[in-house]
Structures are given as C-alpha cells and as structure tokens.
C-alpha cells in the first residue's frame, strides 16, 4: 500500500507519494503538507504592506473623533473629526511605524533580488519587526479605544514575524487525516 500525500502549494494541489504505508492496516492516512518557509516571503511582504497601510489609517478612536498618528498625509483625512495626535509618544509611534514599513520593503527588495539566503535581508526586516513592536508598545499605552491603523499594524508585525521565523527555521504544517 502506498502513501500519498496532498502538497498544498501557491496555486495547486500536488500528490507526493511517501511511500509504503507500514501499519498493514485497512486504514488509511491522507496528508497535506504545507511548507511555511516556501511561503515566507508572502507573509512578510503582506506585513510590510500592512506597515505602509497602517501609516494612512487612524489609530484611535473616542467619541466618534479618529486620532491620527503626526505626519499623516492630509489629502487621506478628509474627515472632519480627525485629529492629528501630538506629543512626544505619538511622535515615536509615528516615526516607528513608518521606518518599521520602509526597512520591511528595503528587506522584501533585498529578499527577493539578491540571495535569498543572506543575513543581510533578514536584518532589515527583524529591525522592522521590533520598531512595529515598539509603536505597538507605545500605542497600547494610551488611553484610547483602537481603530484600523492600529490592528492593520498588529496584523503587518504577525505577519512579518511568522514569515521570518518560518523562513529561519524551515517550518512544515503536516496535517494528517485517517480514513479507515
């Protein structure tokens, strides 16, 4: 009896086959494998993008009023309750969030054409993660209620970190199922 396996790629579904099932058993395994490191570069691109999304968007939210981080283009706040958050905390969330997206794309550039297996990609892109975190630090800290630029940058820095982490470390999803 043969093992078969479902490879969950980018755009299809590939059957691998693994060989001799070794239990002589009636039941059968039907498996997926899905490689998380092949899609690495996916998820940190779509953080880095979440990163640059999140820059536009209001971070909080109170009373009906959208607060915006400083330096927020004008042209995107149309709304005439937006008001743009000073103060030396709100700064370093701003600039944090926005240098965070910058060395993500400098990062997703450098993954993408240069050797994929340099440090020097890697680098840029945990430099982001850390500056997303600390604007995510900063932020929780105010006493707002949170708005979409807020959860977008939450979203960017998961995704941003799974996908260097499963590029690090190679990481594979078996998902197995007995059919009998």
């Known amino acids: 009896m043969c093992r078969v396996v479902n490879h969950l790629?980018?755009?299809?579904?590939?059957k691998v086959d693994l060989?001799?099932?070794?239990?002589?058993?009636?039941?059968?395994?039907?498996?997926?494998?899905?490689?998380?490191s092949e899609k690495?570069?996916?998820?940190i691109f779509v953080?880095?993008?979440?990163?640059?999304?999140?820059?536009?968007?209001?971070?909080?939210?109170?009373?009906?009023v959208y607060y915006y981080l400083p330096w927020t283009p004008p042209l995107l706040t149309l709304d005439?309750?937006?008001?743009?958050?000073?103060?030396s905390t709100y700064v370093v969330a701003?600039?944090?969030?926005?240098?965070?997206?910058?060395?993500?794309?400098?990062?997703?550039?450098?993954?993408?054409f240069v050797k994929?297996?340099?440090?020097?990609?890697?680098v840029f892109i945990l430099v982001s993660i850390i500056l997303s975190l600390l604007a995510f630090s900063v932020f929780v800290g105010m006493n707002f209620i949170f708005s979409w630029g807020f959860y977008i940058a939450v979203l960017g820095l998961v995704c941003k970190s799974v996908g260097i982490?499963?590029?690090?470390?190679?990481?594979?999803?078996?998902?197995?199922?007995?059919?009998e």
């Open 9 to 14: 790629t980018l755009f299809s579904l590939k």
């Open 19 to 36: 060989g001799s099932n070794d239990s002589g058993s009636r039941e059968s395994t039907k498996s997926s494998i899905i490689k998380l």
């Open 40 to 43: 690495a570069f996916y998820l």
């Open 47 to 64: 953080g880095a993008l979440f990163d640059v999304i999140a820059g536009f968007l209001p971070w909080g939210i109170d009373a009906r």
């Open 80 to 87: 005439r309750s937006a008001i743009f958050l000073e103060g």
């Open 94 to 112: 701003s600039l944090s969030i926005r240098v965070a997206a910058i060395l993500a794309w400098v990062g997703v550039i450098l993954y993408e």
């Open 116 to 122: 994929k297996k340099l440090l020097i990609p890697r």
């Open 165 to 179: 982490l499963s590029d690090v470390l190679k990481v594979e999803v078996i998902l197995e199922e007995r059919q």
